[in-house]
């Protein structure tokens, strides 16, 4: 199970980032898929999860601005992120559970600074 992160960046408060989570080594449609972000020294932060039957579910903070997604084709997970704040500014995991076992991509920074 490999789950590889990217898409991150430097962008300016209010512009958009579209973060990717390539899975492979199993189907991703199969199981709920989270985007989780942390700042250093905080603790991680549950940004969105989309489930096997395509609910969602967004962290209060992040409501309305963020949009994930699946494309169950190419086996990968977006986090359409708009009209960013400085205080989105963290490095952002996918994750997801399988079996019992959680599982981590790497980790893509995103930093929203002018």
């Known amino acids: 199970v490999q789950l590889q992160a990217s898409g991150g960046g430097l962008v300016q408060p209010g512009g958009s980032l579209r973060l990717s989570c390539a899975a492979s080594g199993f189907t991703a449609s199969s199981y709920a898929m989270s985007w989780v972000r942390q700042v250093p020294g905080n603790e991680r932060e549950l940004v969105a999860t989309v489930t096997r039957r395509n609910s969602t579910d967004y962290d209060d903070s992040v409501k309305g601005r963020f949009t994930i997604s699946r494309d169950d084709a190419k086996n990968t997970v977006y986090l359409q992120m708009t009209s960013l704040k400085p205080e989105d500014t963290a490095v952002y995991y996918c994750?997801?559970?399988?079996?019992?076992?959680?599982?981590w991509g790497q980790g893509t920074q995103v930093t929203v600074s002018s």
């Open positions: 994750n997801t559970y399988i079996r019992g076992e959680s599982y």
